[in-house]
């Protein structure tokens, strides 16, 4: 490992002194002290004190220290060690502001810093006493930074696609699998250089939960030095396409089926004006859905999407099946004539003395067709006299009792008039 190089810097802290008070000059030392006097109106700013911890990257460092209360900024030093003094390299104003990052730094090299507070007051400036020197080093080539996977991902039936962010000094990547069988991270693809930053894996089950890691490594000296796993991401691929197909139309409601496939739930979709609209969520042990309250005679259009949730649920991935599009049967509107319209016919049968009656139904079509009689003989009925049948048009159907028990052909909505046949 190469040998750390040395700088220092330093932040002072400047007081609200009164202008009676001796000032010091805008200067580059860290290290030249305050004479001060006593005096209500102000005082001297307070010893600056570095805080213990610190960032870094190969080029950069980030130090921080404590506010000083009074202060109306800060003046950070860097240790030059070429001019064996420590230099002014950075002037912040106002007593918040309690950080610095110093970047362009050598890697895998030891820095020094110091930081002073100070004070305008009345156009001048009056300095406190200098921090004691704080020593921050920058990464070595072989810190390798631990990689971050990125929360979203992309996936199909049958592959996924990861990615993360780029780990600076890496001279590439591993990316680990989770084995079931094995039941541990198996390697499954070694990626070089620092920008290669996703990866692709085929050839897995639709609708199927997986895991990856994701490490970085840097080659130097002939050796490779490894980062930290990431955590784990977990991934799903989508469902593979279920086949959708509809039965049992009526004229208001249809039945759809699907074929079952590995998911986690089902959502029936419809199109209207052009664009697919989520209808019904169901379960995914659901394959059939028997849609109601449709109107007749319309044309409707239907698709399943199945859908499948990774183990954190953050994603949900999607897959469609073929659309079909069925027509509901037309209603078959009654146009039997109103009772009003029933005309009562009638066939005498002189027997003696007597007369029998008996009656049936006669229909036609339209006013052109012929007549056609009901097969059988259906009832007798002795309030039918010839003059009663000789009335019939004045007679309603709710008066024929025959109206109870009138063959299957008056629901036929192709008759347009219908006849009660009496014959005696």
Same mark, same amino acid.
């Given at each position: 490992?190469?040998?750390?190089?040395?700088?220092?810097?330093?932040?002072?802290?400047?007081?609200?002194?009164?202008?009676?008070?001796?000032?010091?000059?805008?200067?580059?030392?860290?290290?030249?002290?305050?004479?001060?006097?006593?005096?209500?109106?102000?005082?001297?700013?307070?010893?600056?004190?570095?805080?213990?911890?610190?960032?870094?990257?190969?080029?950069?460092?980030?130090?921080?220290?404590?506010?000083?209360?009074?202060?109306?900024?800060?003046?950070?030093?860097?240790?030059?060690?070429?001019?064996?003094?420590?230099?002014?390299?950075?002037?912040?104003?106002?007593?918040?502001? *309690?950080?610095? &990052?110093?970047?362009? +730094?050598? @890697?895998? !090299?030891?820095?020094? $810093? /110091?930081? #002073?507070? =100070? %004070?305008?007051?009345?156009?001048?400036?009056?300095?406190?006493?200098?921090?004691?020197?704080?020593?921050?080093?920058?990464?070595?080539?072989?810190?390798?930074?631990?990689?971050?996977?990125?929360?979203?991902?992309?996936?199909?039936?049958?592959?996924?696609?990861?990615?993360?962010?780029?780990?600076?000094?890496?001279?590439?990547?591993?990316?680990?699998?989770?084995?079931?069988?094995?039941?541990?991270?198996?390697?499954?693809?070694?990626?070089?250089?620092?920008?290669? *930053?996703?990866? &692709?894996?085929?050839? +897995?089950? @639709?609708? !199927?939960?997986?895991? $990856? /890691?994701? #490490?970085? =490594? %840097?080659?130097?000296?002939?050796?490779?030095?490894?980062?930290?796993?990431?955590?784990?991401?977990?991934?799903?691929?989508?469902?593979?396409?279920?086949?959708?197909?509809?039965?049992?139309?009526?004229?208001?409601?249809?039945?759809?089926?699907?074929?079952?496939?590995?998911?986690?739930?089902?959502?029936?979709?419809?199109?209207?004006?052009?664009?697919?609209?989520?209808?019904?969520?169901?379960?995914?042990?659901?394959?059939?859905?028997?849609?109601?309250?449709?109107?007749?005679?319309?044309?409707?259009?239907?698709?399943?999407?199945?859908?499948?949730?990774?183990?954190?649920?953050?994603?949900?991935?999607?897959?469609?099946?073929?659309?079909?599009?069925?027509?509901?049967?037309?209603?078959?509107?009654?146009?039997?004539?109103?009772?009003?319209?029933?005309?009562?016919?009638?066939?005498?049968?002189?027997?003696?003395?007597?007369?029998?009656?008996?009656?049936?139904?006669?229909?036609?079509?339209?006013?052109?067709?012929?007549?056609?009689?009901?097969?059988?003989?259906?009832?007798?009925?002795?309030?039918?006299?010839?003059?009663?049948?000789?009335?019939?048009?004045?007679?309603?159907?709710?008066?024929?009792?025959?109206?109870?028990?009138?063959?299957?052909?008056?629901?036929?909505?192709?008759?347009?008039?219908?006849?009660?046949?009496?014959?005696?």
């Amino acid at each position: 490992m190469a040998m750390k190089k040395f700088l220092t810097v330093t932040v002072a802290s400047a007081l609200m002194l009164s202008s009676t008070m001796p000032a010091f000059a805008e200067e580059n030392s860290p290290d030249s002290s305050v004479v001060t006097e006593n005096n209500d109106s102000a005082s001297v700013p307070e010893k600056v004190v570095f805080k213990d911890s610190y960032s870094k990257t190969l080029n950069a460092v980030r130090i921080k220290w404590n506010e000083v209360s009074n202060a109306s900024g800060y003046r950070v030093y860097m240790f030059d060690s070429t001019a064996n003094k420590y230099k002014s390299i950075k002037t912040l104003f106002g007593k918040n502001v *309690t950080e610095y &990052r110093v970047s362009g +730094l050598s @890697a895998d !090299t030891e820095y020094k $810093f /110091k930081v #002073k507070a =100070f %004070v305008k007051v009345g156009g001048e400036t009056y300095w406190g006493e200098a921090s004691d020197a704080m020593t921050a080093s920058t990464k070595a080539l072989t810190d390798v930074g631990r990689v971050a996977v990125n929360k979203d991902y992309s996936s199909s039936a049958n592959a996924v696609r990861i990615n993360w962010n780029k780990v600076s000094n890496a001279s590439g990547y591993r990316v680990y699998m989770y084995d079931t069988s094995k039941k541990d991270y198996v390697k499954v693809k070694t990626l070089y250089g620092a920008d290669v *930053t996703e990866y &692709r894996r085929s050839g +897995l089950k @639709a609708g !199927t939960k997986y895991k $990856f /890691k994701v #490490k970085a =490594f %840097v080659k130097a000296d002939g050796k490779t030095y490894w980062g930290t796993a990431s955590n784990v991401k977990n991934v799903t691929t989508a469902p593979e396409k279920t086949a959708m197909s509809i039965s049992d139309v009526t004229t208001s409601s249809m039945k759809l089926s699907w074929d079952s496939i590995k998911c986690s739930k089902y959502v029936i979709q419809s199109r209207s004006n052009g664009s697919w609209k989520d209808y019904k969520e169901v379960s995914n042990t659901t394959t059939s859905y028997t849609v109601n309250n449709l109107s007749d005679d319309s044309s409707y259009t239907f698709r399943i999407k199945a859908i499948s949730r990774d183990s954190d649920k953050s994603k949900t991935c999607s897959s469609y099946s073929n659309s079909v599009t069925q027509k509901t049967d037309k209603k078959q509107s009654s146009s039997n004539p109103s009772p009003s319209k029933y005309k009562i016919v009638y066939s005498e049968d002189d027997i003696g003395d007597n007369h029998s009656y008996w009656y049936g139904l006669i229909y036609r079509i339209d006013e052109n067709s012929i007549y056609s009689t009901s097969v059988s003989r259906i009832g007798f009925d002795d309030k039918f006299s010839q003059e009663g049948c000789e009335e019939a048009s004045n007679y309603g159907l709710n008066n024929i009792e025959i109206f109870d028990n009138a063959p299957s052909i008056l629901d036929n909505p192709n008759i347009k008039y219908l006849y009660i046949y009496i014959g005696f």
